[in-house]
């Protein structure tokens, strides 16, 4: 995998401008947008970049996913991820038990009036779109423009271009200090350290810790553990099957390479460290599944978990921190981090270099995600 360039010793000598703590899908691409104008260092705790909740996301672009005030990050991210043939068009599917008419009927409303492809669909086309679906489900919501996103496709990419701009990554380097110094920062971990003139937290799970070697103030940003599960069932499911929601968003399903993959749709508070799947949330999701669809599991071939992290309000934070020098906040990007990261990263560069924004974020409304809207 293409990557920055790994740091040497001397470059580690000379100052910074910009230190991004974090080579997920937000320190990467952020380091892609701030490079060739600005010396970008990217540092990394792991071995590899994208170990955490990057490396471990089945992710998937749904314009509704995350509430109306993602949305615009959201649409405004899509033309990239396009252009750049990331997407593969997979239809997303809501469903709900007769008591859910109501409930769907609003989802529907809801995002139609934002304009989203999105209408109710009836029980005959829900189990033409989800062969076996089980009698209870029999209200839907259709949302046509959804997409699997190449979550390592698109990492690869912004490391690249990171690297082509001279960025420089330093990996195994968690860090233990993090101080002002003069104008700048001073960074420490086991081994080395390093100066810049400005921070960027974009850790993740471990935001709120790195905000506190920092001094600033955390803003609540809480690591929910999510667990998958990977099936070979009978039937194999149809390729171009819907990823599939409960309406009480308890599960979800989706197809992948000739599998089922399946979540409880869980976020159960945890702490920020390699997380790993509990037994009962596995037993929870092979439970959900067969009361969604009558399939037999002919083996439960892999399962796994990852941290989403989120703010008290569930939005983003990008911004400055509103009492730390230096600091900058780019962070708490939920379970919507790989699919808003195109326009995620041009807003939070342009707001960290003080740039103008541009055609993919004129609609977006920074004040929105700033972190200052935890201290008013």
Same mark, same amino acid.
């Given at each position: 995998?293409?990557?920055?360039?790994?740091?040497?010793?001397?470059?580690?000598?000379?100052?910074?401008?910009?230190?991004?703590i974090?080579?997920?899908?937000?320190?990467?691409?952020?380091?892609?947008?701030?490079g060739?104008?600005?010396?970008?260092?990217?540092?990394?705790?792991?071995?590899?970049? *994208?170990? @955490?909740?990057?490396?471990?996301?089945?992710?998937?672009?749904?314009?509704?996913?995350?509430?109306? !005030?993602?949305?615009?990050?959201?649409a405004?991210?899509?033309?990239?991820?396009?252009?750049h043939?990331?997407?593969?068009?997979?239809?997303?599917?809501?469903?709900?038990?007769? !008591?859910?008419?109501?409930?769907?009927?609003?989802?529907? +409303?809801?995002?139609?009036?934002?304009?989203? !492809?999105?209408?109710?669909?009836?029980?005959?086309?829900?189990?033409?779109?989800?062969?076996?679906?089980?009698?209870?489900?029999? @209200?839907?919501?259709?949302? *046509?423009?959804?997409?699997?996103?190449?979550?390592?496709?698109?990492?690869?990419?912004?490391?690249?271009?990171?690297?082509?701009?001279?960025?420089?990554?330093k990996?195994?380097a968690?860090?233990?200090?993090?101080?002002?110094?003069?104008?700048?920062?001073?960074?420490?971990?086991?081994?080395?350290?390093?100066?810049?003139?400005l921070?960027?937290?974009a850790? *993740?799970?471990?935001? %709120?810790?790195?905000?506190?070697l920092?001094?600033?103030? $955390?803003?609540?940003?809480?690591?929910?553990?999510?667990?998958?599960?990977?099936l070979r069932?009978? $039937?194999v499911?149809?390729a +171009?099957?819907p990823?599939?929601?409960?309406i009480?968003e308890?599960?979800?399903?989706k197809?992948?390479?000739? =599998?089922?993959?399946?979540?409880?749709h +869980?976020?159960?508070?945890?702490?920020? @460290? %390699?997380?790993a799947?509990?037994?009962? !949330?596995?037993?929870?999701?092979?439970?959900r599944?067969? @009361?969604?669809?009558?399939? =037999?599991? %002919?083996?439960l071939?892999?399962?796994?978990?990852?941290?989403?992290?989120?703010?008290?309000?569930?939005?983003?934070?990008?911004?400055? %921190?509103?009492?730390?020098? *230096?600091?900058?906040?780019?962070?708490?990007?939920?379970?919507f981090?790989?699919?808003?990261?195109?326009?995620?990263?041009?807003?939070?560069?342009?707001?960290?270099?003080?740039?103008p924004?541009?055609?993919m974020?004129?609609?977006?409304?920074?004040? =929105?995600?700033a972190?200052?809207?935890?201290?008013?």
């Amino acid at each position: 995998m293409t990557a920055l360039a790994a740091a040497t010793a001397a470059e580690l000598d000379a100052p910074f401008d910009i230190a991004i703590i974090g080579a997920g899908i937000a320190g990467a691409s952020l380091a892609a947008e701030c490079g060739g104008s600005r010396r970008v260092l990217v540092v990394e705790a792991e071995d590899t970049p *994208g170990y @955490h909740t990057t490396g471990r996301s089945a992710a998937y672009w749904e314009e509704s996913y995350g509430g109306p !005030d993602v949305v615009p990050l959201t649409a405004a991210s899509g033309p990239f991820l396009d252009a750049h043939g990331l997407l593969s068009p997979r239809g997303g599917l809501t469903i709900g038990r007769v !008591d859910d008419r109501d409930r769907i009927s609003g989802f529907v +409303d809801q995002y139609a009036t934002l304009g989203l !492809d999105i209408r109710t669909v009836d029980r005959a086309e829900m189990v033409r779109l989800v062969p076996g679906l089980r009698p209870e489900w029999c @209200h839907g919501a259709y949302e *046509g423009k959804g997409a699997d996103i190449d979550v390592a496709g698109l990492h690869r990419i912004y490391l690249t271009q990171a690297r082509r701009q001279g960025g420089t990554l330093k990996l195994r380097a968690r860090i233990d200090q993090l101080a002002r110094e003069g104008a700048g920062w001073r960074l420490d971990w086991a081994g080395g350290s390093v100066r810049a003139d400005l921070v960027v937290n974009a850790a *993740g799970a471990w935001a %709120d810790g790195l905000a506190a070697l920092a001094g600033a103030a $955390p803003l609540g940003i809480t690591p929910l553990r999510r667990t998958i599960v990977q099936l070979r069932t009978d $039937p194999v499911p149809p390729a +171009d099957m819907p990823l599939t929601f409960g309406i009480d968003e308890d599960f979800y399903l989706k197809p992948q390479s000739g =599998r089922l993959l399946v979540s409880p749709h +869980d976020e159960i508070p945890d702490t920020a @460290h %390699d997380v790993a799947p509990e037994e009962l !949330d596995v037993a929870i999701a092979i439970d959900r599944m067969e @009361h969604a669809i009558d399939w =037999r599991i %002919d083996a439960l071939e892999r399962r796994w978990a990852g941290l989403r992290s989120f703010a008290p309000d569930r939005l983003p934070v990008y911004g400055y %921190d509103p009492r730390v020098p *230096g600091f900058f906040w780019f962070a708490g990007q939920g379970g919507f981090g790989i699919q808003t990261a195109p326009a995620a990263a041009r807003l939070a560069a342009q707001l960290l270099l003080g740039q103008p924004r541009d055609a993919m974020t004129e609609a977006l409304e920074p004040a =929105r995600y700033a972190p200052g809207r935890f201290s008013v």
